[in-house]
Structures are given as C-alpha cells and as structure tokens.
C-alpha cells in the first residue's frame, strides 16, 4: 500500500517568513491534493498536481510535484496568521475503480503575528 | 449551494452505548467515505461506499457499521465494540470526474464519557 510521509509535523514561523512543507511517497503519485484543515473543521482543497515537474500557485501558496513523481512540496511565501492550519497531502490510488485517498499525517502550522 | 452535512458536530457517548453519526451530500456524487483523525495520526479509511446498497471495509472497520440505502446518505455507527471511539470523524464524498479528489464535511467529535 502506498504510504505518505510529511514533514515537518510542525512548523512554527514569524509572520512574513516563507516556509516549506514536504511529501514524500514511497510509490509514483498519480495525483497529489493538498489540503487545509482549521482545527475542528473539514479540509478545504487547496491544489491538485498531476504530472512530472507540474507546478500550480494560488496567491501566495505555490505546490510542486517533482519529475519523478514521488515527491511534492507546498512553499507559502510571506506567511500570514490566515496561513495557520494543518496542511495535509493525499495521494490518489489508481487501482479499483473507486478513488480512494491516502492521507500524510498532516503538517501544523503556527505563524506568529 | 452543494455540499456535505455531517451532524451533530459534537457527541458524547457512554461506555457501551452505540452511537450514529449523520452524514448528507447533495452533490451527486457516487462514493462517499467515513474517516478517523486523531492527532499527529493523520487521516484512516472507516468505511467506503462507491454505490447504492454496497460498501467497503477501509484500514479500521473493527468497531464501526455503515449503511448506504440512499446515494445521499451515508451514516455511522460506532459501536460498543469499538474501545477507543474519542476522535474527529470527517465524512466526504467524490466523483471520479472530480479535480478536487474529495469534498468534506465539518467533522463531528465524539468523545467518550
């Protein structure tokens, strides 16, 4: 079974600072969705990557899968206090026919005003 | 606007008792899923449903029964069986034409009492 390892677990940042958060699968991602969860709510898509090399931004967020499709990393440049929140990645499994996701253990994030 | 209700957004369960927790789209979409958060842990697959009347154990079914008589309807129960229920249990549904992978729900806590 595919397996999704994130780091940090936490990360604690000044407002303003940019930071990095990394998953790293052990098998070829077929579709890599990053997530964001408040604590105590549901998780709200951030961006979906497909192929080797892609690279989407949405304001200040920006995520990266690699070329060999096994790792992403998700920048925030300029950290906010909105920033705050768990960032969790997911990977597609292409085999079934149902989608099924499997989850990282998720990134804390902290930004300090 | 479409989405997912899951209720009631807090429970409190007495040791041995039975317990279901709500969970409605209306979406359209076919499969719907129950997971399990606890902290630092990530997010585990309950249970999966891709149709109607048909459902699937994910990695922690011990414990937990689910139905799925309607498309739009997919509720829990965790059971006396299950000896650690306190966490955050997260619904969400998906449709294979989908680009945002799943759509959740706001969770409901449970915690034993």
């Known amino acids: 079974s595919q397996e999704l390892e994130q780091s940090p677990q936490s990360l604690i940042v000044q407002e303003g600072k940019n930071l990095t958060i990394?998953?790293?699968?052990s098998k070829t991602l077929y579709g890599l969705y990053w997530y964001k969860q408040k604590y105590g709510e549901?998780?709200?898509?951030?961006?979906?990557?497909?192929?080797?090399?892609e690279e989407k931004s949405h304001e200040k967020i920006t995520a990266k899968l690699d070329e060999k499709k096994q790792q992403s990393s998700l920048h925030i440049t300029a950290s906010q206090p909105s920033h705050a929140g768990i960032y969790l990645c997911g990977a597609d499994n292409p085999s079934g026919s149902a989608r099924q996701l499997t989850f990282g253990s998720g990134t804390q994030l902290t930004?300090?005003? | 606007d479409g989405g997912i209700t899951q209720s009631p957004k807090y429970l409190f369960r007495k040791e041995g008792q039975n317990v279901t927790l709500s969970c409605e789209q209306n979406l359209n979409h076919d499969a719907m899923y129950w997971y399990r958060q606890?902290?630092?842990q990530g997010l585990r697959l309950i249970y999966y449903s891709q149709i109607v009347n048909d459902f699937?154990?994910?990695d922690i079914a011990e414990g937990y029964s689910v139905?799925?008589?309607k498309k739009e309807s997919f509720p829990l129960t965790v059971t006396s069986a299950q000896k650690n229920p306190t966490a955050f249990y997260l619904c969400a549904s998906s449709s294979r034409s989908s680009n945002y992978g799943y759509t959740f729900?706001?969770?409901t806590r449970l915690t034993v009492v």
């Open chain 2, 38 to 40: 606890d902290p630092g």
């Open chain 2, 67 to 69: 139905s799925r008589e």
């Open chain 1, 22 to 25: 990394n998953c790293t699968s």
């Open chain 2, 105 to 107: 729900g706001s969770g």
């Open chain 1, 42 to 53: 549901g998780l709200i898509f951030l961006m979906m990557l497909q192929k080797g090399g």
């Open chain 2, 56 to 58: 699937q154990k994910g």
């Open chain 1, 111 to 113: 930004v300090l005003p």
